[in-house]
């Protein structure tokens, strides 16, 4: 079944899942899977996206006010881009604010990680300034191995850590350990939802909620308030806590969640995004991409 599902992954209907099937799941070396690569650039998702850069490189803030960098910068990350000049001086004007934010001790909500972690899934995270925006917000970690956002830490400067900012930073520390990069920190926060068995917060089961908006459902892409089961099963398998007994529930989850052919389908997704990922309701093959990197680096279920 594994095998045939890889074979569903890799075929050309959509190249970005296929370069980085090829790359991250089978383990292709990148110059091997340079065809696949350049399709990506000719998806029409990618085309339809450049398209809506303005002269200067940059995509209106109108579009999503100050989650516009998250949106794009995620979209094109998850199509497995690299660096490239096209994308250069929207990354600047993102680092930029990021910077800002820094500045003003507000990175460790949840759209700060998750943009940073498009910047180094796309390979900007070995740049200087990029670094010391990961270093920043290692040191706005908690006592107790996590992170929230400033606003609420404001209110209540000694509360615990905010379940949604720590899923947050988990996913960022995931990227930049696959790109050697580990922050420190990492070990603390993985043992944070070890302790929580991942999805328990406060007591309260995060299975509990709105379907296909939970954290553990299927969703996808991430965005601040909802990161998706298969991301963060991969996220804590990256990390190395895939054989720890606390991780029964998620890999039990992960289980449930796969059809008779092996596949997963898509439970929720942003209504509004710079391109579609999916319908909800059907096999998806970035949900099933995830399922299956979670599966390489972690338990087999």
């Known amino acids: 079944m594994h095998d045939t599902v890889i074979n569903w992954l890799i075929e050309e209907d959509n190249p970005a899942v296929r370069y980085r099937t090829l790359t991250e799941l089978c383990g292709r070396p990148a110059a091997e899977a340079e065809d696949s690569y350049a399709s990506v650039w000719q998806q029409k998702s990618i085309v339809k996206m450049l398209q809506k850069q303005d002269e200067n490189g940059l995509w209106s803030s109108k579009d999503w ?66 670094m010391a925006l990961i270093s920043a917000f290692s040191a706005a970690q908690l006592r107790d191995g996590g992170f929230i956002c400033k606003r609420l830490l404001d209110k209540k400067p000694l509360r615990k850590s905010c379940f949604k900012a720590a899923f947050a930073g988990l996913l960022l520390y995931a990227e930049c350990s696959r790109k050697g990069i580990l922050p420190g920190g990492a070990e603390e926060l993985v043992g944070y939802f070890l302790k929580r068995n991942v999805f328990y917060y406060q007591g309260l089961s995060l ?35 895939g054989e720890h007994p606390a991780m029964g529930e998620t890999w039990a989850l992960l289980k449930e969640k796969q059809d008779e052919n092996g596949k997963y389908h898509l439970e929720g997704t942003l209504v509004k995004q710079p391109c579609s990922f999916g319908k909800v309701g059907q096999s998806n093959k970035w949900v099933t991409f995830y399922a299956l990197l979670a599966q390489k680096n972690g338990a087999k279920i």
């Open 65 to 130: 006010g100050g989650h516009t960098p998250l949106r794009y910068l995620t979209a094109f990350a998850e199509h497995g881009v690299k660096q490239d000049k096209r994308l250069d001086r929207f990354v600047d004007h993102t680092v930029g604010i990021l910077q800002s934010a820094a500045d003003e001790g507000d990175l460790a909500g949840c759209a700060g990680p998750l943009t940073l972690r498009a910047l180094v899934m796309m390979g900007y995270g070995g740049r200087e300034d990029v």
């Open 207 to 241: 299975k509990d909620g709105r379907p296909g908006w939970r954290f553990t459902d299927n969703f996808f892409p991430v965005e601040p308030m909802r990161m998706g089961l298969p991301l963060i099963a991969a996220a804590l398998a990256v990390l190395g806590a």
